[in-house]
């Protein structure tokens, strides 16, 4: 088995952690799942993420375009007409995180279990109430 740190390059690290933290945030994946059937005005992605301010969704369509996953066509028109839709690449990072979300999907019951049972330990453990080895048998429990 080969050693997975052996070419490891902080600054790729870095990179990579940048994009993974832009497609992470609040709004790019529910912004980009709007985009999965095609073409969308401004108004018609906000009216469908639920929550996004103007301001937000404004910003969070320029990062995408930025990155190369949203393409922004300006049509020339009076009035003007601007759609988004994804590009190659943002239709590939889809397919690349689809896999990602259907895990997630799956496990949902079994992390909402863990967090209960760490939430539930601070509060035993900030009332004193830890033993040895408790931490262990819980963690059985949820398996």
Known sequence: MTDPTADHDPKVCEKISGVLSRIADRWSMRV??????????????????????????????????????????????????VEYELTGLGVSMLASIDPLGSWTLSHLDAIEAARSDFDQRGTDEAAGDATPGAYVSRVHRIQ
């Open 32 to 81: 980009m799942g709007r985009l999965r059937g095609g073409p969308l005005r401004f108004s018609e992605i906000k009216r469908g993420t639920e929550g996004i301010s103007q301001r937000m969704l404004t910003l969070t369509l320029r990062n995408l375009e930025r990155d190369g996953l949203v393409k922004r066509t300006v049509f020339p028109e009076v009035p003007s007409r």
